[in-house]
């Protein structure tokens, strides 16, 4: 879809549709358009149209104007319009219009400017509310949006805005790619196929193979691999955009969980391809900041591997010893992130980090306490955690901070390990994190569990149902705040 701006009255702009936005309040602000668009919106507003959020009504436009058909949108009560909300209309809209085969769009900002919002918000949820999933469908009748035209006067920071939305929107659509890829076209080699792809002059991608995994000493990471035959890949992905120490993004890429020996049900279990979200996230974050050439050094970190039963899978009861030396037990094998993103942590320092950011579908306890609406935040430094709650509510990726107390290390006490890989049910969620910060240490770190946020189960207004892209909008907007 191409975005373009047209300092045009909305009634002089050819299009197949305008969208003309509206609050509840039953005002009409487009009464010195034209007459009879202003009757037009008088009697649609009278029983058909109340300004609901996210209400739509296609009609006919007068045949004095230029566009074909009028889009009425609701914005919802005007004093609780928010940015979030916009975006909730950019999908809603575009995605309806989409689907009623509408190819030219023409959109009005009068409305957001009376209440100080920017269309920018619309133009972002109008991108991630028209991402389809159809590689493996034999559909040919693609239903396609050309073009969106923002009837407004053009200006750098107007154009800055609509780029990094573009950028952004496309690195989002980058990740659910690869998490909606079906397990079989999603191997470790796949990821590290991926991740490749986004070579450039200031971006490197190193994959470290088996053998080199060996020789680091990634214990905990290798005892994933064990069951399957596919070989786990390390990927160490950077783009140097600063001379400043680097942030380190460390992605759980577990890219099929079956929960090894520990198996999970089978009701489900296909969407175990998306234990990988917090892989994709990392590399959406490192596309999107190499194209927008931000001011920062960043390194990314995969730890990719298949999580199979098998004859030489590793066993519940087995010890392991982790890279930084410290032995652990397996309680369960499908407590395998932990494993594969502690050894990733611990490898993150040999960086110097100046601060460590890991993100995985860690544990169901998420999913438990939070449902799909936010993430699990536990960290250790207080202005990585206050500004990623603060990355969290601008851009509706939302993170809540949960304790780290020094009783959840008795949780994870073991008899014959230094750790144990899981406690019991009970604190669970709370544990895992701690599991995690034995390994960060005194590295300034943050977890980020999105296992309730990384699918969604059904169509929201611009997160259509499937990968949610989590991670790649939050960690951007981080970068910015701490680059």
């Known amino acids: 879809m191409h975005i373009a701006l047209k300092n045009v009255k909305e009634v002089d702009c050819i299009c197949d549709v305008l969208i003309l936005p509206f609050t509840e309040d039953g005002v009409n602000p487009y009464a010195s358009l034209n007459p009879s668009v202003s009757r037009l919106i008088g009697k649609i507003r009278k029983k058909e149209f109340k300004g609901s959020l996210n209400e739509v009504l296609l009609v006919p436009a007068p045949e004095d104007i230029k566009p074909e058909r009028i889009l009425f949108l609701g914005l919802g009560k005007k004093d609780a319009v928010t940015a979030e909300k916009v975006r909730q209309t950019g999908g809603k809209a575009l995605s309806y219009l989409r689907d009623m085969e509408m190819r030219n769009i023409a959109f009005s900002p009068l409305v957001l400017g009376q209440l100080k919002q920017s269309p920018v918000y619309f133009i972002e949820g109008a991108f991630l509310g028209l991402y389809t999933y159809k590689k493996y469908k034999n559909d040919n009748h693609a239903k396609k949006i050309t073009s969106l035209v923002l009837l407004a006067k053009s200006s750098k920071d107007l154009l800055l805005s609509i780029r990094k939305t573009e950028v952004t929107a496309a690195s989002v659509v980058f990740a659910k790619d690869l998490v909606n890829a079906p397990a ?39 005892a994933v691999s064990y069951g399957s035959k596919e070989l786990p890949k390390f990927i160490v992905t950077e783009y140097r955009g600063s001379r ?76 392991v010893r982790s890279i930084s030396g410290k032995t652990i037990e397996i309680a369960n094998t499908d407590a395998e992130g932990r494993l594969a993103v502690a050894d990733a942590i611990e490898y993150a320092k040999r960086f110097k980090p100046r601060a460590i950011i890991d993100i995985a579908t860690l544990t169901g306890a998420c999913a438990i306490a939070f449902g799909g609406e936010v993430a699990a935040m536990m960290g250790n430094d207080r202005r990585l955690l206050d500004e990623l709650r603060k990355a969290g509510e601008e851009t509706h990726e939302r993170v809540w901070e949960l304790p780290l107390f020094e009783e959840y290390k008795e949780y994870l006490k073991s008899d014959i390990a230094d750790i ?64």
């Open 184 to 222: 079989n076209d999603m191997t470790p080699t796949d990821l590290a196929a991926a991740a490749s792809s986004l070579k450039r002059k200031n971006v490197s991608v190193r994959i470290l193979e088996k053998k080199d995994i060996q020789k680091i000493g990634m214990g905990a990471f290798l």
């Open 244 to 319: 400043k120490p680097p942030i380190v993004l460390v992605g759980k890429s577990i890219t099929f969980d079956s929960g090894g020996l520990s198996l999970k049900p089978s009701d489900g279990m296909e969407k175990m391809k998306y234990d990988m979200a917090g892989g994709a996230a990392v590399l959406g974050v490192l596309k999107a900041a190499a194209e927008l050439k931000l001011p920062v050094h960043l390194i990314c970190l995969l730890p990719a591997t298949e999580n199979l039963p098998g004859g030489s899978a590793v066993k519940p009861g087995d010890v």
């Open 420 to 483: 144990r890989n899981i406690g019991s049910r009970t604190g669970s969620l709370m544990a895992s994190a701690y599991f995690l910060s034995e390994f960060a240490g005194p590295s300034p770190w943050v977890h980020i569990d999105i296992a309730g946020t990384a699918w969604v189960e059904k169509d929201r207004p611009y997160v259509p149902k499937g990968a949610s892209g989590i991670g790649v909008r939050l960690l951007l907007n981080l970068i910015e705040r701490v680059q």
